[in-house]
């Protein structure tokens, strides 16, 4: 999905990268959570200990990664990336954490996702900076107590209720991203164009930001599409009307909703009288995996308060129905 805060892997991790503010003043938007970090950032320095650990929730795109990366530049220290999943065994940890430099941020995006096991070894090395672990099998097995360089941990989640709670209680700073106001997104697209080298009128930037449903991700994906269809048409500068061209074309529409979002909400109203449904109910009539639909599909729409959350399920709001040409109790021929 074009709009889906997601990434899409490495190629695109590649322009991510060069688009990627460095410094706390270059990072838009999230002011309360930039005001805050910056204070303990200067607390941390002046005591010359490391930071506390972060955690980060809030939907994917949204400037995790890049936040965790501006504090350990601020911070002067090495800056390390891994993944839930990605660490499979207690080993895995022990290794990553023993080649950390001093002081240096591990980031863990997809924290939720490590394994139990993995997990309650961090415990340790979080609180006391030491990992005890079962070395050998059987008969040779014994504990080793393995002393670790203080360190930083940030980790990263879509929703802070999916990790267990002593892990959630061993970071000292949680903080809660949201999603960027239109004006923000478009200071995210002009800075883009500008490391792209691309012209565009403040208006095309405008409107590529109220298309990317509050997420920087999706506002460079666009930005990025875009530019394609300006070069063909030989337009000099991004304008809106170019923007509107492409989006009709790549089927995003005024709120930045795609078929995907599109199809729920029909869903929701064709078969379910527009609800309340439960949230399985709907991704299985879509196709969708539930914590697809709960993590990347349904924030997004109710942010844009086309669904609500009851106690029985998710309705469409009038302005859903709206949304679609319809108006409440009534069915699209
Ligand atoms: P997440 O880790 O939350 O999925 P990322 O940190 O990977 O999100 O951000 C996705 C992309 O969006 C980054 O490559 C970066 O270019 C852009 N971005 C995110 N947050 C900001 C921001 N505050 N200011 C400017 N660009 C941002």
Do not use: C, W
Request: proline share 6%; hydrophobic share 40%.
């Amino acid at each position: 999905r074009l709009v889906s805060g997601e990434s899409f892997g490495e190629n695109e991790d590649q322009t991510e990268l060069s688009l990627r503010p460095t410094t706390l003043s270059q990072y838009i938007g999230q002011d309360k959570i930039k005001q805050e970090v910056s204070v303990y950032i200067q607390a941390a320095k002046d005591r010359q200990e490391p930071l506390d650990h972060v955690l980060l929730y809030g939907p994917p795109g949204l400037g995790k990664t890049t936040l965790a990366g501006v504090i350990a530049n601020e911070m002067g220290v090495t800056f390390k990336t891994t993944s839930g999943p990605a660490i499979e065994k207690p080993g895995d940890l022990v290794a990553l954490l023993n080649e950390l430099q001093p002081g240096a941020i591990l980031f863990i995006d997809e924290i939720h996702r490590l394994p139990k096991n993995v997990e309650e070894i961090l415990y340790s090395a979080m609180e006391d900076f030491y990992i005890d672990i079962i070395v050998g099998q059987d008969a040779t097995a014994h504990p080793v107590h393995f002393p670790l360089p203080p360190f930083t941990l940030v980790g990263a989640t879509t929703r802070a209720g999916l990790l267990s709670s002593p892990l959630r209680a061993r970071f000292g700073i949680v903080e809660h991203m949201k999603y960027y106001t239109d004006s923000e997104l478009a200071q995210v697209v002009l800075r883009s164009a500008e490391v792209f080298d691309s012209q565009i009128d403040p208006l095309g930037a405008a409107e590529i930001a109220r298309r990317s449903r509050g997420t920087p991700r999706v506002a460079n994906r666009l930005l990025k599409r875009v530019r394609d269809f300006a070069q063909v048409a030989q337009k000099k500068s991004i304008d809106e009307e170019i923007v509107q061209y492409a989006l009709k074309l790549l089927q995003v529409d005024q709120q930045g909703l795609d078929e995907t979002d599109r199809k729920l909400l029909r869903t929701m109203i064709e078969l379910y009288g527009g609800g309340p449904v439960g949230l399985s109910t709907i991704a299985a009539n879509i196709g969708e995996e539930t914590d697809t639909v709960a993590d990347m599909i349904e924030p997004y729409l109710m942010q844009s308060g086309f669904i609500k959350r009851t106690a029985r399920g998710r309705m469409v709001t009038p302005a859903g129905y709206e949304h679609l040409g319809l108006r409440p109790n009534e069915k699209k021929n």
